[in-house]
């Protein structure tokens, strides 16, 4: 669930990001001159390869917040879907039907359907999003980012969160016999050697699972059965348990226990660039935030979501919508307050990277009748004082020329 669904669209097989010395790049390419971003969108880089993404990150977690996207912004990302019920990153003209040149994908259809299907009133679009997905499951029982692509930790849970928004039941949708969740405990290191507990994105070309912390926050959120929205969860340690056949829910606290361990050191995860320096990644660390409270509740998060308040400020400044959206989703998953977090009010943040949401038109109308009744009020209480203040200075005045004409 990282924000740099960008780069997983880029390479299609794997998900990467790019980082500065101070902060995790934007994502998202800059905007060019021939880009004309339309006017529901969030965000004000080129929408090319996350515009349906960031959009519903944006939408949802402002819904979970309990404020009111404006509708443009709903309508713009329910126009972005295809005949069929996929949708790709982006389409610049939704009037020209998609066809084989368009490139769709699992990760943007299932953010989508989340988005979509919490809001309300899109059971149309969700339900063809959703036969969609079914229709490119794979026989392993996951999904791949690309249709026909071999299955990964992270399309196969993001999907899973799709399909129990959507009120499916993932462990019924099935595939060759197999389900998701069948899928990710193939991706699940065991509890001994390196990276224990840990989900895989992928088995390498030799079949061989490396830990991968991106994955294995995507792996818990999706063997628990949930969406990018959580609620925390019971308090439990962080442990990573291998006797016996693996359950979902033991990968799921497995995982949890990897990312505890990953995180005790400094505070949060690291990017893993091949080639570059370790430097904090402040996406996967709120994913990984959702996810160690979502199985073992706030207080198995509480580290990394600190480090998060001390430190996210700039990165989500400058990487955008859907930056804040996690931020805000990690807040939630975890009972923090996301109009004070470590100081900055992220829900303004986020409404201020689009177009204003209903809530905040209606709070700004309600101002601005309070203060026309205010300042009518004033105006009336002012004419009469001023009509006051005349009456008696006319009459001082008379009461004087009365005086000075008595004999």
């Known amino acids: 669930m990282s924000v740099r669904r960008t780069a997983a669209v880029l390479a299609a097989v794997t998900v990467i990001g790019v980082a500065t010395p101070a902060v995790a790049a934007d994502p998202s390419p800059s905007a060019s001159p021939s880009v004309v971003l339309p006017s529901g969108l969030y965000g004000s880089a080129d929408p090319q390869y996350d515009g349906v993404w960031r959009q519903s990150l944006a939408l949802l977690a402002q819904h979970t917040v309990g404020v009111k996207p404006a509708a443009v912004a709903v309508e713009w990302l329910a126009g972005q879907q295809c005949a069929n019920g996929a949708f790709a990153p982006f389409r610049a003209d939704t009037a020209k039907a998609c066809d084989a040149k368009l490139m769709v994908d699992s990760n943007s259809t299932a953010a989508a359907v989340q988005a979509l299907a919490a809001l309300g009133g899109h059971d149309a679009e969700t339900g063809k999003a959703v036969a969609w997905l079914k229709s490119v ?41 197999k389900s998701p969740y069948d899928a990710l405990l193939k991706l699940a290191l065991p509890c001994t050697g390196d990276g224990a507990g840990a989900f895989a994105y992928q088995p390498d070309k030799k079949g061989k699972l490396a830990a991968n912390a991106d994955a294995t926050a995507a792996g818990v959120v999706g063997a628990l059965g949930k969406g990018m929205v959580v609620e925390a969860g019971a308090k439990t340690d962080a442990e990573c348990a291998g006797s016996g056949d693996l359950t979902p829910q033991q990968a799921a606290a497995n995982g949890a226990a990897y990312l505890a361990k990953a995180v005790a050191k400094d505070g949060h995860l690291n990017s893993a660039l091949a080639g570059a320096t370790d430097q904090p990644d402040y996406g996967n660390t709120a994913d990984a935030v959702v996810a160690l409270a979502a199985q073992g509740g706030a207080e198995q998060a509480k580290q990394p979501l600190q480090w998060l308040e001390q430190n996210s400020t700039a990165w989500a400044k400058q990487s955008g919508p859907a930056a804040y959206a996690q931020l805000v989703l990690a807040a939630h998953a975890t009972g923090t ?71």
């Open 137 to 177: 499951q794979n026989k392993d029982g996951g999904w791949g980012y690309a249709p026909g692509g071999p299955s990964d930790a992270n399309s196969t849970s993001v999907v899973i969160g799709a399909l129990t928004t959507a009120g499916e039941q993932p462990a019924k949708v099935v595939k060759s016999g």
């Open 337 to 407: 307050d996301p109009r004070d977090f470590g100081g900055t009010d992220l829900v303004e943040q986020l409404n201020a990277t689009g177009p204003a949401p209903q809530q905040a038109k209606t709070e700004n109308n309600a101002r601005a009748k309070d203060s026309d009744k205010d300042d009518s009020g004033l105006g009336v209480w002012w004419i009469v004082g001023v009509g006051l203040v005349a009456g008696i200075g006319v009459g001082f005045l008379l009461s004087g020329r009365n005086k000075r004409q008595q004999p």
